[in-house]
């Protein structure tokens, strides 16, 4: 992998602990694999319990410094780091593409996404603002002031490997934190290549670790029970989240949750399908439907179900699946085995229940983990896909026959990230979209991600926005001042 990269520099095989690269206490490593070989590609450190205690003793020492100093000078090694990832976009996306699969494209555009979360922040640090109340008697001046929480744990999953950590790490270091980053064992080296651009920035030592580690139920703990760690921020699944939520709950620790979704994605009648077609690919196939804002449940009015189906099915006939670092694929492979399986039992259990498959349905080739984009016409509510998430290239089309029932069949899951349908009737637009019960809406569009708007779930699928003016918010506390004059 080192000789793919112009800046072999970048590709750190050590922990990044309190400003220092360091192996684990016991010396024991884990290795990091190719999904789209199964090679392994490089060991790293598997760091424990007491590593984590060091480094989260460090981030509290250097957030006191880093606190006190302006959010314009705090600002200023923020956007040096931006500037990094952008000038090494290409070598964060190579080594992206290998510890995770997503094509090459795909790589350098979560490289930009990720980046766009450290300048926005950057730039909005500026701009925490507090507030001066009318005082409630004639001698009460009253002032609001937001403070830095103190230190974050963090525990981020693969499939975002950069944009996870930065969506967290950026809105917390604006704010004056001090962050110590878990990345998912499966993909630690783009997690490892962020820490040597934030150390290459001037980051100040401590402030920041990223500690590789297969233990994550043991540094979970050490987050939630080390008494240092005023916040805990965590995307994966919602059956974790209730786990760090259970455990954090004794310390009464602020916890931001970015969980699982099961987003619907509804076609109209009167939507233009076309539209409709290109926005349900992007939206379900991106990094091979492994994003927990894929569509996984497609709805599809009556009168267009036939002609979206076809549509569809001619344009993801088209779609190369491939290894991610050839140019031209549109589909790497699914991180696991166990992720072929999961769309595996989905299939099975469909076709079970009298779903027909129009496209794809099975594995690809002799190594990796390849799978055929899917299509599954006939879908209904019995079956698995309807109320669990698969993470991988299935395409559920179900039939509806209008807006009540669509609506109904949308919001009936515990999840509640993100959802989407194409409609043209501006009043249809307006009542579906305030109808769904989702912190994420898109319109008319299969993409919704951006660092300017607020992403998060409702239900069981989170706690807490990333991005935008409010995603700074969550890494803060607010104070309130009571003056007597
Ligand atoms: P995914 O299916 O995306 O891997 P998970 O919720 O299983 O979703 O994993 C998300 C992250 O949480 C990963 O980094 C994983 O290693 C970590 N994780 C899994 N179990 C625990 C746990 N008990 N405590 C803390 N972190 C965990």
Wanted: a negative charge; proline letters at 5%.
């Amino acid at each position: 992998l080192s000789k793919m990269l112009s800046d072999p520099s970048l590709l750190a095989t050590q922990a990044y602990l309190a400003g220092d690269w360091v192996e684990a206490d016991t010396g024991a490593r884990f290795d990091v694999t190719n999904p789209a070989t199964g090679e392994v590609l490089e060991t790293v450190p598997d760091m424990g319990r007491a590593e984590t205690a060091r480094a989260i003793e460090a981030a509290r020492i250097a957030q006191k410094d880093w606190a006190a100093r302006t959010a314009k000078d705090r600002a200023q090694l923020l956007r040096r780091w931006f500037d990094l990832m952008m000038a090494n976009q290409e070598d964060l996306a190579i080594i992206l593409t290998a510890e995770m699969g997503k094509p090459l494209t795909e790589a350098r555009g979560e490289i930009a996404y990720g980046a766009s979360f450290i300048e926005w922040f950057a730039e909005e640090g500026k701009r925490v603002y507090g507030e001066t109340i009318p005082g409630h008697a004639p001698d009460k001046r009253i002032m609001v002031q937001k403070q830095p929480i103190g230190v974050v744990g963090s525990i981020t999953p693969w499939n975002f490997p950069n944009a996870m950590i930065a969506r967290k790490a950026a809105p917390a270091l604006a704010a004056g934190c001090g962050f110590v980053a878990r990345p998912a064992s499966e993909t630690p080296l783009s997690a490892l290549a962020m820490a040597v651009l934030a150390d290459r920035a001037g980051l100040p030592k401590g402030l920041l670790s990223v500690i590789p580690s297969n233990d994550a139920a043991g540094i979970g703990k050490e987050f939630c029970e080390n008494p240092t760690v005023r916040k805990l921020t965590f995307t994966g699944s919602t059956q974790v989240g209730r786990i760090l939520l259970a455990q954090a709950a004794p310390q009464v620790m602020k916890c931001s949750m970015e969980l699982g979704g099961n987003a619907p994605f509804i076609v109209f009648d009167d939507a233009d399908l076309d539209a409709a077609v290109e926005g349900a690919i992007m939206c379900k196939f991106r990094n091979n439907g492994q994003t927990c804002v894929c569509a996984n449940r497609i709805y599809v009015q009556d009168g267009v179900y036939d002609a979206f189906a076809e549509k569809l099915a001619a344009a993801v006939a088209k779609m190369t699946v491939g290894n991610g670092m050839e140019e031209g694929t549109d589909l790497g492979p699914l991180i696991s085995d166990k992720a072929v399986a999961k769309v595996e039992a989905h299939i099975a259990d469909a076709t079970a229940k009298g779903g027909q498959i129009t496209l794809g349905g099975a594995r690809m080739g002799n190594e990796g983990t390849f799978f055929e984009p899917t299509i599954v016409t006939g879908a209904t509510r019995d079956m698995a896909f309807s109320t669990d998430e698969t993470f991988g290239p299935l395409a559920p089309l179900f039939r509806f026959k209008d807006e009540e029932e669509v609506i109904a069949l949308a919001n009936n899951t515990i999840f509640g990230l993100a959802s989407y349908f194409y409609a043209k009737d501006l009043s249809r637009v307006y009542k579906v979209a305030e109808a769904l019960e989702y912190g994420i809406v898109g319109v008319n569009t299969g993409i919704i991600s951006t660092e300017v708007a607020p992403f998060g779930g409702v239900k069981q699928s989170g706690l807490g926005r990333e991005g935008s003016r409010h995603g700074i918010e969550d890494f803060m506390e607010l104070k309130y001042i009571c003056l007597s004059v």
